[in-house]
């Protein structure tokens, strides 16, 4: 008796809608802008850098896998 294994969609059924994805892509390139536009001031008036701002490019940082991901997946080869 074989024991089938659950297939795994394939990340580019994540999102399907192009329109969705772009809106996805910008909300993001939107929101990295602005944590690294808020770093560059910090460390450009010579501030220390707010533990807040620290916190909020590891999180985009980390996202960005994702992000790259699902652009990957729905690039042509």
Do not use: D, W
Request: aromatic share 8%; hydrophobic share 45%.
């Amino acid at each position: 008796m074989s024991n089938p294994t659950p297939e795994q969609p394939p990340l580019g059924r994540v999102i399907t809608n192009p329109t969705a994805r772009k809106v996805v892509y910008g909300a993001y390139a939107i929101g990295a802008f602005i944590i690294g536009g808020v770093a560059a001031y910090f460390l450009g008036t010579g501030h220390p850098l707010p533990e807040i701002v620290v916190g909020a490019q590891a999180v985009a940082a980390y996202a960005g896998i994702g992000i790259g991901a699902l652009a990957v997946a729905n690039t042509n080869s």
